[in-house]
């Protein structure tokens, strides 16, 4: 591997983020299936950056994940998306920040879809003066959350209390980088470094301290693919993609995975359980699963944030062996104690996959 | 092992690291021509037993060179061995010849 | 001497038609912007389809150009028209007036970099056709040197008939030059399998049809007809190779220890800025515009401006000669019209 040829590539894909003001969208599932990545984002964004980070909760879902279902044609997604953009110009910002990868792909997919056809974004206008006497800018910027954590990388970095390295051997971990489809797949321009070789996340890896896995199915699908998991019938399809991408990871012997999607890390996460009772295996060490986290995570622990504030407990693979290889301190007494210090009850045992 | 109603697909991809040659080698070794073939796909077009069969002699010799052995020898059952492909091979392969030797390899293989 | 007539181009066409001028009793003034003449050739190492030896041609034609007055690293600052033909000016700071120029400005390789999926830059075990042509010529590649080749991998219709690429047309000669440098490569690795993945194969030329049906025959090479997806490294540094097995009609992977693009023909883009001094424009391919692309090819719509070789598109050497001759004809014709 010729690491100066991807440093050529990355050159050709910078896209311009703004430094400060942006309007944050959630993602509708991530508040359940990582309840902390959002607010940790809030949270060093605000709190230890310093930014302004503007929040409605008269915000909805962009349609992105109804439309990539199939259940809502474009034009109603593109309506909702109007609504948010109306949303955002009443509370006076530009630069707009998803939290969802779909979002950032659906948004920029429609802003792209207004580009090439005026008179689809005239219709919406109207639609949206009819539904909800609203008028919407097009926002000027366009970033996904993990863009903004890869242009603060290094500001995180000079925080950091702990690295992405071995404490023990001192050796930088090895870390499986994990691109949502919708992030630069369909405008490779709107992402950093591309699509063929996203930096995004490698960038924050290797500003941490991490060394970045490319194995061959990097490009692979998590297994997530909408209706491939959606609709029960084909759900064997999401599991053989994701099958198909710890197979081809395996003799890389990954430490951790960072994603940035909100469907990834929650099937590279589960699956594992879901394959080790398939088929009996395991991906990492001593029995144990690989984990998967969220970028948000991921700098929530390198700033020495608590695990389980962090909400790493709520994932299927074990955090704990990762944690130790760090040297991050945890209390397993605490694991499953809610914010009230009450017990929100303990998950049933794998039969094959380790866990603490 | 826990019962979920669905499961790991087996994947479709051919893993040409893992093709065997040998078949076609042998064949190769007696039938040369074999190696000639361009998947014109006349032999097919004008194939006897083709259209009720899925007999094609191109599809035949890719089989063979993608080392998928049983594939190639169900073809090959309903051939007639009538000759109308050699009669339309463009590179001259003796497709009717190429067929019998081919049979030949398989017996012996049998035995 | 007779009319002066400027060549761009030091390159297969701008020689021979050099050739043919002096020939005709002319003095023509070739410029070229490398240090060597040859062109594109002179990266070669052999030529289809009778395994010619490109340093040779080169130097049979340098050799009977040697009355020409030859400019290296030499580019064409700008031209005037004037009344009677065109004030050319050179980077060496030479000034001509002149009554015809020819743009024998030839091609651009595809840069294959550019097709990010195939990895050429970034994986180890990627390489171009000219890459391999030099491997041929010097002995020495990293990628090849030393090592244990035991697959190779040919890929056909890079940057070609690709409009992502930014270039539709058929590069014509890959396919041939795929098919060659396979042969060669078996030649060199006798116990290697070699693969060349292909969408259509496109082998027009004389003896074209053999060189296939010896590469089949004797070389044994796997020709699997689908276009190559994407490309990627395991931890051997291996090259993992994706396409469809369209006669299959199966995704298939297969492992490699070499890959090779065919990187295409695509048009010069410094020669569109010259042209332009001269109005000569590009055709919808991209390439220069000829007068018309049936009996005029060579000829342009600006009075004494000409053209030949693959300046208009894709060509093989031997097609790029018979242009040459034919553009030194027209020439000579146009200049004895004017007198």
């Not at chain 1, 700033?303 to 962090?310: A, E, Q």
């Not at chain 3, 050179?90 to 020819?102: D, E, P, R, T, W």
């Amino acid at each position: 591997m010729i690491y100066q040829g991807k440093q050529k590539i990355w050159s050709d894909y910078q896209k311009e983020i703004p430094d400060d003001h942006w309007f944050y969208v959630r993602s509708c599932i991530r508040q359940s299936f990582f309840p902390a990545s959002e607010k940790y984002f809030l949270k060093i964004c605000r709190d230890l950056l310093g930014k302004d980070i503007y929040e409605t909760e008269h915000h909805t879902t962009c349609g992105g994940i109804a439309y990539h279902s199939d259940t809502i044609p474009q034009e109603t997604a593109m309506t909702i998306v109007a609504r948010q953009f109306a949303l955002m110009k009443e509370a006076g910002y530009k630069n707009l920040v998803t939290s969802c990868i779909t979002s950032f792909g659906n948004y920029t997919e429609i802003i792209e879809t207004w580009r090439e056809f005026p008179e689809l974004e005239a219709k919406i206008r109207e639609n949206l003066w009819k539904a909800c006497r609203r008028e919407f800018d097009i926002p000027k910027y366009v970033a996904h959350a993990s863009d903004l954590v890869y242009k603060f990388r290094d500001d995180i970095a000079g925080m950091a209390k702990f690295h992405l390295v071995d404490g023990v051997t001192g050796e930088p971990l090895r870390v499986v980088e994990h691109i949502g489809c919708h992030y630069s797949k369909m405008f490779p321009h709107k992402g950093i470094g591309g699509a063929e070789y996203p930096c995004v996340l490698s960038g924050m890896v290797e500003s941490w301290g991490g060394h970045v896995i490319d194995y061959p199915e990097r490009r692979h699908c998590c297994g997530f693919g909408f209706r491939q998991y959606l609709v029960r019938a084909n759900r064997g399809y999401s599991v053989s993609n994701t099958h198909k991408k710890f197979e081809s990871m395996e003799p890389y012997h990954p430490d951790m995975i960072i994603t940035n999607c909100p469907g990834c890390p929650y099937f590279l996460d589960r699956w594992q359980y879901v394959i080790s009772e398939m088929e009996g295996k395991t991906y990492g060490q001593n029995g144990y699963g690989i984990p998967a986290l969220t970028y948000e995570e991921v700098a929530g622990l390198v700033l020495g944030f608590d695990p389980w504030d962090l909400g790493l407990q709520i994932h299927q693979v074990a955090v704990e062996p990762l944690l130790e290889k760090i040297g991050i301190p945890y209390n397993s007494k605490t694991k499953y104690l809610g914010l009230n210090g009450k017990e929100i009850m303990k998950p049933g045992l794998p039969t094959v996959l380790k866990c603490c | 092992m826990m019962e979920f109603g669905f499961s790991i697909s087996p994947s479709s991809t051919m893993n040409l690291d893992k093709v065997d040659f040998s078949l076609y080698e042998r064949l190769c070794e007696v039938e040369p021509d074999a190696k000639k073939c361009m998947a014109c796909g006349s032999c097919s077009a004008t194939c006897t037993a083709g259209p009720w069969t899925g007999m094609s002699v191109r599809k035949v010799i890719l089989d063979i060179q993608r080392g998928k052995e049983m594939e190639a020898a169900r073809l090959l059952k309903s051939c007639m061995l009538c000759g109308k492909c050699s009669m339309v091979c463009p590179r001259g392969i003796n497709t009717r010849h190429l067929i019998l030797s081919l049979c030949r390899i398989y017996k012996e293989e049998e035995k | 001497m007779k009319d002066n007539i400027v060549i761009v181009g030091g390159g297969i066409a701008g020689m021979e038609a050099a050739r043919q001028l002096l020939m005709l009793g002319y003095k023509p003034i070739l410029v070229e912007k490398t240090d060597h003449l040859g062109g594109h050739v002179a990266d070669w190492h052999c030529l289809f389809p009778d395994m010619t030896l490109a340093r040779e041609v080169i130097e049979n034609l340098a050799g009977q150009i040697k009355e020409a007055n030859i400019f290296l690293e030499t580019e064409v600052s700008f031209i005037n028209k004037m009344k009677m033909g065109y004030n050319v000016m050179f980077s060496n700071g030479v000034n001509v007036i002149c009554k015809a120029i020819l743009l024998a400005t030839g091609f651009d390789l595809f840069d294959a970099s550019k097709k990010e999926e195939y990895g050429y830059g970034i994986y180890d075990q990627v390489m171009t056709n000219r890459d391999l042509e030099q491997w041929f010529n010097t002995g020495d590649d990293k990628r090849i040197t030393g090592k244990d080749i035991k697959k190779v991998g040919f890929v056909h219709c890079v940057g070609s008939r690709d409009v992502k690429a930014g270039n539709q047309q058929c590069s014509k000669v890959c396919c041939i030059t795929a098919i060659k440098q396979a042969m060669e490569m078996k030649e060199r690795f006798p116990d290697a399998e070699i693969y060349c993945f292909y969408m259509d194969l496109r082998l027009f030329g004389k003896k074209y049809e053999d060189f296939y049906i010896k590469a089949q025959m004797e070389s044994g090479i796997h020709f699997i007809r689908g276009r190559v997806s994407e490309v990627s490294e395991n931890l051997q540094g291996q090259v993992i190779v994706k396409t469809e097995d369209t006669l299959s009609g199966k995704p298939a992977k297969i492992t490699l220890d070499l890959l090779v693009l065919m990187a295409g023909i695509v048009c010069n883009r410094e020669a569109v800025q010259t042209a332009s001094l001269v109005q000569v424009t590009t055709d919808s391919d991209g390439f220069l515009k000829s007068k018309d692309n049936i009996l005029n090819i060579i000829e342009t719509d600006s009075k004494g401006v000409f053209l030949a070789g693959t300046a208009t598109g894709a060509k093989t050497v031997p097609e790029t000669a018979a242009e040459a001759r034919a553009v030194a004809l027209a020439i000579h014709n146009y200049l004895v019209s004017q007198q």
